[in-house]
């Protein structure tokens, strides 16, 4: 039987778009992050840039999906079999007749990104974006946007 071997984070390809600057803070970042003491703040300084700009680079795709998945090559395939039992578990609180209120707290934070995307695609199915506008009402007219509104009453 042959052992593979186990993939780093210097295995993940970076994407187009991301420059070595970029690429060495998100490795550093990665490493780091669960040491005792790191701060977010701490690696900005070490690397000479602000918060702002930290959060810019997140908001990019390419850069997010590369951050995480560098991250997941780190987590313990030990770890990651606990939290997925223990996901099943809180995950069961839904189908019980009367949850306590420490079960809901707890599934609504374990589940948080869930109710966030949930939110999100009910923003968007009213036409909504991040801004509290309308994201596809830019290049309609009065009229367009009237006859949809009027649509959409009617059903």
Known sequence: ????????????????????????I???????????GFTLNSLFQKHSISSKTWYEWL???????????????????????AVKKMKKKILSFADKASVS?????MFTEVFGYVFAADARLQAEKLGLNKEGTTSTDTHRTVEEKKAALLARLRS
């Open 1 to 24: 039987m042959k052992m593979e071997k186990e993939k780093t984070i210097h295995d993940i390809p970076v994407p187009a778009g991301i420059d070595a600057r970029q690429v060495t």
């Open 26 to 36: 998100a490795k550093d970042y990665v490493t780091n992050r669960l040491s005792e």
């Open 59 to 81: 908001e990019k795709p390419e850069f997010n999906t590369f951050v995480n998945e560098m991250a997941d090559v780190l987590i313990p395939q030990d770890e990651l079999a």
């Open 101 to 105: 209120t420490s079960e809901m707290k």
